[in-house]
């Protein structure tokens, strides 16, 4: 039944511009329309990263949910977990509309979306108000005109301590003027001892600990991921999450969309993203979690961030094609693949091809 959508539904939802649709997706999870996925329970799809257990690795990430709407309606999919936000101190609107926009043939969305989003007060009052079931990160971001965006990002750590499961700081957005320069090595460690400092400093007054990943951008030169490695590793961070959109516009079908400001994700994005993932992998060695993210449309595709060096993965704008029968497919299809390599967890396949991933030409 979930399945029509991509017969019937996705054809009614395309009738409308991406935001509309986007909006009318949320409320029909929001409202029950959207079945659940059923049992996608496989006990060789558990992983275990920074100390919280997954049902499975795949997992909504960031963009869609912003407003920490719809958590368990997107875990009744079939995500082994869901990532809110990202959402920053102040509500904001974001940049003008039209702000995204598909890219039919090549499975690919670009957006310009500027962490639209009805701030802290808001999201922090659904997190709170849900039934603490299954693992829902809370990605944060830092307001567009913050005078101090360091601080935004602790203020972030504070006021969702209590509902996140994990956090992700967001500073590879290309949509807000000036945020990807926290990636720049100085200022990468100011925020990251910042950060981590707010989260110790809860953790030591509530006992629970929070893991911290850091979404980075794919277009970091090679000296960018030695710093981001270096600082990430320094800082006994928990974890990478690889990676945001991308700038890039190499072979689009579409000449006239390609031209739109924004970051591009979706299918092209897969080889790029990927082979960012392997390098981070090899700079950060075998113990840092990395979350893959990029391109993800089918269980093969997810099992092969896994072997360039994942832990776990994301996935977003595939959906927008594949509608809300994708993550069941995928993890179902993850549980065939690892009949077929006869392995008794998914954690066996990670690294198996991060050399060939790292060596890629992207």
């Known amino acids: 039944m979930i399945d029509l959508f991509k017969s019937v539904a996705r ?16 409320a029909a999870l929001k ?12 006990p060789r799809l558990a992983v275990t990263v920074a100390g919280l257990t997954f049902p499975n690795p795949l997992g909504m990430a960031a963009g869609y949910d912003k407003n920490a709407e719809v958590p368990d309606a ?6 082994g977990f869901a990532e809110v936000g990202t959402v920053t101190p102040k509500p904001q609107s974001g940049n003008p509309k039209p702000r995204i926009f598909r ?37 944060i971001g830092a307001n567009k005109d913050s005078v101090d965006r360091v601080a935004d990002y602790v203020e ?3 006021r969702f301590a209590g509902v996140a499961s994990y956090f992700t700081a967001n500073i590879s957005s290309p949509n807000t003027p000036g945020l990807r320069d926290l990636q720049a090595r100085d200022s990468l460690s100011t925020l990251l001892s910042a950060v981590l400092a707010a989260r110790d400093e809860v953790a030591a007054a509530t006992g629970a600990r929070r893991p911290v990943f850091l979404k980075i ?30 700038l890039a516009r190499d072979g689009l079908s579409d000449p006239r969309l390609a031209g739109e400001a924004g970051g591009l994700s979706g299918r092209p994005l897969f080889e790029k993203s990927t082979a960012v993932l392997a390098r981070m992998r090899k700079r950060v060695g075998p113990a840092m979690p990395i979350i893959g993210v990029g391109g993800i449309s089918s269980a093969e595709t ?15 704008s595939c959906m927008v094609y594949e509608g809300p029968g994708l993550p069941a497919r995928i993890v179902r299809g993850m549980s065939k693949l690892l009949d077929r390599e006869t392995v008794s967890s998914i954690r066996d396949l990670r690294d198996s091809r991060v050399d060939h991933w790292a060596a890629a030409k992207v």
Do not use: W
């Open 217 to 246: 951008a794919p277009d970091l030169t090679e000296e960018g991921m030695d710093d981001i490695a270096a600082e990430a590793l320094a800082h006994d961070l928990d974890g990478l999450i690889v990676s945001n959109t991308t």
């Open 74 to 79: 997107l875990l009744r999919l079939g995500f």
């Open 11 to 26: 054809r009614g939802l395309f009738l409308f511009d991406a935001e509309t649709a986007h909006g009318m997706s949320i």
């Open 156 to 158: 972030g750590i504070r």
């Open 31 to 42: 409202s029950g329309l959207v079945p659940n996925c059923g049992d996608v329970r496989d």
């Open 302 to 316: 997810a099992l092969e961030k896994i072997r360039a060096g994942a832990d776990l993965v994301q996935l977003y």
């Open 103 to 139: 890219l039919e043939r090549d499975m690919a969305v670009i957006n310009r979306l500027g962490f639209n989003n009805e701030g802290h007060s808001a999201a922090l009052a659904r997190l709170a108000a849900r039934h603490p079931v299954g693992i829902v990160g809370v990605n």
